[in-house]
């Protein structure tokens, strides 16, 4: 296998062959190598102790009920089966998959789903104790709740994507003729969402929407019509689409995604639609910053992605206007510009059938997104009445709260890790398993950093860990949320490795920069502000612990 590509083991009761070569030849990123497993031999191969951890980076394990689960086949024979047995053969398989979880970074599993040809008891096929729906349901469910607390086990709606292929998802000929229970347009669509699950697990979940004003957020140029006369809400279709496009843009809020605006339009009248239509579902306090004039948008898209300290490549631009579209992808080519439906109808459909924000985990902290981030701008603004950055960093009264890595903060911890491009040293991807194994060894320590002030919690934002090997300490990670940079978080994170690095007997602390195409704004920081020393010829950030390293004053630490 190519070792560039992420490399996937695929396990199943039927020959899934076509399966892996379309994920094996899809030239999108990732990029993916599958290996495909013995078909009808689910459990042997999940209970093989050779299959290691290196060997593979995830696996996708995609059964048929009736051919795993014994009791369930009985039952679509029409036996009357107890749902406790069912449910124990089903604990049974979640078992083995926990089990071999443990090898695995991540791991893939379609949940249950049968041809729509099954009718089961019809009318009644959702009774208990009698439904073939009933039972089914609760087996998916139950999976569900085994896998509750495992963090790299991932279920997948299969309902959901045989749907989207049509009624020729599942075709009886193919099961006949080679053992395929699906067709080559179902693959298809569920080898998209094995790249999208990847691609959110490493990370690369888009975090901020830019939208545009006119026939976008609302029907009707307010310049021309006035914010009273816009198409938006009420008892016309196309308000009404333009409404629920709105609360379905509000619902990704509340799942840690930006929203702000770049509009070709009179400042004062774009803002006093926001402000004084009642049919707005947006406030201006949903959006974290906002560019309306009538200036070149690609120029506004970087000024606002400056502001938030957000790269490119965190960017989805929706535009109504292809032209618009086309200036921004030839400008700004990392940034996500899907082409909206020319039916406005299909505005929230679209929106919502999009997989750019899919995440692996939700925290405390993408919940509250948006209100930091406007906290983050009332903070800014607080400088214009200083002299100095001194006395304004003075003024936030910031407290800074230190752990370990705990159950508590280990999977917002994971996401900062797989998420966080600019303020990183090594740019290195874990999952929780990997990050506990790489804990448990007494030379090793990980921090993680809770900062918060006067305007606000910013929650869990730094982390820097730790390796001693002969008196000699290698800050391995150093990682910065990007709505914290810039306020001496850094230089107390290293003040708290330096101080306990002295005590342990460490003489000399070493940082190694791995370069990437996101990461300079934590080598300048290291460069011009860690008081390390620079070793060019290395590309290694050293500092002599017979010298203190001081504590920032304004910062207290909890």
């Not at 993916?32 to 013995?38: E, P």
């Not at 490795?497 to 940082?511: P, R």
Request: one cysteine or more; a neutral charge.
């Amino acid at each position: 296998m190519d070792k560039d590509k992420i490399k996937l083991l695929l396990i199943s009761t039927f020959n899934i062959q076509n399966f892996a070569n379309y994920l094996n030849n899809d030239e999108s990123t990732p990029a993916i190598s599958s290996k495909v497993t013995t078909f009808g031999q689910v459990i042997p191969t999940l209970l093989d102790n050779k299959i290691k951890k290196d060997d593979f980076d995830g696996a996708v394990v995609w059964t048929q009920p009736e051919l795993l689960i014994e009791s369930f086949n009985k039952q679509l024979n029409n036996e009357i089966i107890l749902v406790d047995d069912v449910l124990n053969e089903v604990n049974a398989f979640a078992d083995a998959v926990i089990t071999f979880s443990k090898r695995i970074n991540y791991l893939f599993i379609p949940t249950w789903s049968l041809p729509p040809y099954y009718r089961g008891y019809g009318l009644l096929d959702f009774r208990n104790n009698l439904g073939i729906s009933n039972t089914l349901s609760r087996m998916n469910l139950r999976l569900a709740d085994k896998f509750g607390q495992s963090n790299n086990i991932y279920l997948l709606d299969s309902n959901r994507l045989l749907i989207n292929t049509g009624s020729g998802a599942q075709n009886p000929k193919l099961w006949y003729m080679g053992k395929i229970p699906f067709s080559n347009d179902a693959f298809k669509i569920v080898k998209d969402e094995i790249k999208s699950a990847i691609d959110s697990i490493r990370g690369n979940t888009k975090k901020l929407i830019i939208l545009d004003l006119d026939d976008t957020l609302w029907g009707g140029i307010v310049g021309d019509v006035g914010w009273e006369n816009l198409q938006l809400g009420g008892h016309d279709h196309s308000g009404e689409a333009f409404s629920d496009f709105q609360k379905a843009l509000k619902s990704l809020t509340k799942k840690g995604i930006l929203l702000a605006i770049v509009s070709k339009n009179e400042e004062l009248t774009a803002l006093n639609a926001i402000k004084n239509n009642p049919e707005m579902v947006l406030k201006l306090d949903d959006f974290v910053s906002y560019r309306i004039n009538w200036d070149d948008k690609a120029k506004n898209i970087i000024e606002i992605l400056n502001e938030l300290n957000l790269g490119a490549q965190s960017a989805v631009f929706l535009d109504d206007n292809a032209v618009e579209r086309s200036r921004v992808k030839e400008a700004l080519p990392e940034i996500f510009v899907p082409d909206l439906p020319v039916n406005k109808l299909l505005y929230k459909s679209f929106l919502l059938n999009l997989k750019c924000f899919d995440t692996a985990s939700v925290t405390n902290e993408d919940i509250n997104r948006t209100k930091l981030y406007l906290v983050e701008k009332q903070r800014e603004n607080l400088k214009s009445d200083f002299s100095s950055v001194e006395d304004w960093l003075k003024s936030l009264n910031t407290k800074v709260k230190i752990d370990e890595v705990n159950k508590g903060n280990l999977q917002r911890t994971i996401q900062l890790i797989n998420k966080t491009n600019q303020m990183n040293l090594s740019t290195r991807r874990m999952n929780e398993t990997e990050l506990l194994k790489w804990l448990d060894d007494d030379n090793r320590k990980m921090w993680v950093f809770n900062v918060s002030d006067k305007f606000s919690d910013s929650g869990l934002t730094g982390i820097i860990s730790l390796e001693i090997k002969d008196k000699t300490g290698q800050i391995v990670d150093f990682i910065l949320s990007c709505r914290v940079m810039g306020r001496n978080i850094e230089e107390l994170m290293l003040y708290k490795i330096s101080e306990y690095a002295k005590k342990s007997g460490v003489v000399e602390l070493k940082a190694k920069f791995i370069e990437t195409a996101r990461n300079k704004p934590c080598f300048d920081f290291w460069k011009s502000r860690s008081k390390f020393e620079y070793i060019e010829k290395e590309n290694i950030f050293f500092f002599d612990l017979r010298k203190n390293y001081n504590k920032p004053e304004h910062i207290t630490i909890i």
